[in-house]
């Protein structure tokens, strides 16, 4: 008779224990930016609902940011850092190739040997590892789970690109989850559309930049496409996560998308008939976007300012460069 291998499941259900969060030390203004754009302080509100950014110190880089908000995480959890045994990462601005900031960030926090990998889903990245992290602890392969979202994002900008530049800020959002006798994370309705991989992205490569054929890479957008995507597509894929919760708009007792555009925010909520009762993260107006980072920090902003939110359901939707998007219900902490 040939072995069988063992095999281990965990708990039923998942939940969000607690939120940390660091931002960019500086805050950047409008008018701190509107000189090389050629642009103002009231079209950058109109469009974006923006009036300062944060971003950081030279010397601050995306690892830095995301140690302030996991250790903080870790603090508000009551879970000793040594039982922390997965850390997921969601970055597009490691500043290097290898090796991850995970596995630097759960040395420093503690939690060392914890598995550790870095995500590259741009905005989507932090609510794609909030469904890993979820399906992780559920399978058994990992207990407790940091969560992080963190991006330094001014190092890839270029200050006279006028299509995504002026949205950038720099920050670190972070969340503990472990196990719960109660459903606290909703299935994902999450996926990718490579076909519109020009939309929003790097102009240039590496190898281009070593071969002195671009100038350093730095992000760009064809606005009005994404605004499209974000605005149609999107509010499908919301209501679709409703769905899979088996939730009502009217349950909702907070709204936290990625923190894009103002624009785009409130014109979800309308698509998704949320009821007035409902609190709308809009962290962006004095944060900017922090792709990855841009939930988390929504989230512990929102708990901050309404602790009366403890306990009820927020749907929370990331979207950005894939095209990819990933969306669920989850029960804040």
């Not at 994902?188 to 190898?207: R, Y």
């Not at 989230?299 to 669920?328: D, K, N, Y």
Request: one cysteine or more.
């Amino acid at each position: 008779m040939s072995p069988t291998l063992n095999q281990v499941t965990g708990p039923a259900y998942t939940r969000i224990y607690s939120y940390g969060a660091a931002r960019g030390e500086n805050a950047v203004p409008n008018d701190d930016l509107i000189g090389p754009i050629d642009s103002s302080d009231e079209w950058i509100r109109q469009r974006t609902g923006i009036v300062t950014r944060v971003r950081a110190d030279k010397g601050t880089d995306a690892i830095d940011l995301a140690t302030t908000a996991a250790a903080e995480a870790i603090e508000k959890s009551g879970i000793p850092a040594d039982q922390v045994d997965l850390v997921i990462v969601a970055t597009i601005s490691n500043p290097k190739q290898s090796p991850s900031v995970s596995a630097i960030v759960a040395d420093r926090v503690g939690a060392n040997p914890a598995a550790a990998y870095d995500i590259n889903a741009a905005c989507a990245g932090y609510a794609y590892a909030v469904t890993q992290a979820d399906a992780l602890i559920r399978s058994g392969a990992a207990r407790y789970a940091l969560v992080i979202g963190t991006e330094k994002l001014s190092d890839i900008v270029d200050p006279a690109d006028r299509s995504i530049s002026f949205l950038l800020g720099d920050g670190a959002g972070a969340a503990l989850i472990g196990p719960s006798d109660t459903p606290g994370i909703a299935p994902a309705v999450w996926g990718s559309d490579g076909s519109k991989a020009d939309a929003v992205g790097m102009n240039g490569t590496l190898t281009e930049f070593r071969d002195g054929e671009v100038p350093w890479p730095t992000l760009r957008q064809e606005g009005q496409t994404v605004f499209r995507w974000a605005v149609w597509e999107m509010a499908k894929v919301a209501r679709e996560a409703l769905d899979k919760a088996g939730v009502e708009p009217a349950d909702i007792a907070a709204f936290i998308p990625h923190q894009a555009n103002m624009r785009i925010i409130d014109e979800f909520a309308k698509q998704l008939k949320l009821p007035e009762s409902t609190v709308i993260a809009r962290d962006i107006e004095t944060t900017g976007n922090t792709s990855a980072a841009s939930i988390p920090l929504a989230s512990h902003r929102l708990m901050a300012e309404h602790p009366e939110l403890s306990g009820g359901l927020a749907l929370q939707i990331g979207f950005g460069a894939g095209l990819v998007f990933a969306a669920q219900v989850v029960v804040l902490p």
